[in-house]
């Protein structure tokens, strides 16, 4: 049974940093290109980054410069430097059983239950 369960979220005031990490069991995870996703209340869910299974990475344009995703043994990482308001959300790890860069949730298998990240003033 796959399993994937996000943790490090938080409430960090504007300019702060957060690691969020997404541990995953019951898959091969070096087979697995990983993805991070949130979604914010009345928002649909949107694609923040992604990994592949050789380490190459992709970001949406409204994180670019300020988030870094990676990926060690069978947890992966989102580190995020200098918060803004807009990064308010619930966050989502999601697993996709090939290769491929994409930040579309429909190309995702696997999915956690997500971990609120709250920015304040």
């Known amino acids: 049974q796959v399993q994937m369960v996000e943790s490090g979220g938080g409430l960090v005031q504007a300019g702060g940093s957060l690691r969020l990490s997404c541990k995953v069991s019951?898959?091969?995870?070096?087979?697995?290109?990983m993805g991070w996703f949130r979604q914010a209340p009345g928002k649909s869910r949107e694609g923040v980054a992604a990994?592949?299974?050789?380490?190459e990475t992709m970001y949406a344009d409204s994180v670019k410069g300020r988030f870094t995703v990676s990926r060690d043994k069978n947890i992966m990482y989102l580190q995020m430097n200098s918060l803004i308001l807009e990064d308010t959300a619930m966050y989502f790890c999601?697993?996709?059983?090939?290769?491929?860069?994409?930040?579309?949730?429909?190309?995702?298998?696997?999915w956690g239950q997500g971990t609120q990240v709250t920015v304040s003033s």
């Open positions: 999601a697993a996709r059983g090939r290769t491929g860069l994409y930040l579309l949730s429909w190309r995702y298998d696997y």
């Open positions: 990994i592949n299974t050789g380490g």
């Open positions: 019951g898959l091969t995870f070096g087979y697995y290109a």
